[in-house]
């Protein structure tokens, strides 16, 4: 398993942008895929972006698709989460995620391995 450390949370205003960083520890990162979710107050956590091994494949969720785009570098070991447009609704605890296998994967119980998470707060 790898270890994931996110950064780059914050309190923004409504349409503006933010770019969430997850750093891995250990070797092989292109042989992971990545995922990111997120959690708000009083509800469950859900998907928000994945990404596979390489990067060049990609999957977002409906409700950020369009205002999101996650890369990665695996040169650093580093998953990048840049989202646009951001709304009142886009507040919560936001999660890397990884796991082996080169596809990408959209749902929890697919990943193993998990960030602390990062607190994205969106303004009205």
């Known amino acids: 398993q790898v270890q994931l450390v996110e950064s780059g949370g914050g309190l923004v205003q409504a349409g503006g942008s933010l770019r969430l960083s997850c750093a891995a520890s250990?070797?092989?990162?292109?042989?992971?895929?990545v995922g990111w979710f997120r959690q708000a107050p009083g509800k469950e956590r859900e998907f928000v972006a994945a990404?596979?091994?390489?990067?060049?494949?990609?999957y977002y969720a409906d409700s950020v698709r369009g205002r999101a785009t996650i890369s990665r570098d695996n040169a650093k070991n580093t998953v990048y989460l840049q989202m646009s447009s951001l709304k009142p609704e886009d507040t919560a605890v936001y999660y890397c995620?990884?796991?082996?296998?080169?596809?990408?994967?959209?749902?929890?119980?697919?990943?193993?391995?998990w960030g602390q998470g990062t607190q994205v707060t969106v303004s009205s």
């Open positions: 995620a990884a796991r082996p296998g080169t596809y990408y994967y959209t749902r929890e119980r697919d990943f193993a391995s």
């Open positions: 250990g070797r092989a990162f292109n042989s992971y895929a």
């Open positions: 990404a596979s091994g390489s990067g060049n494949l990609a």
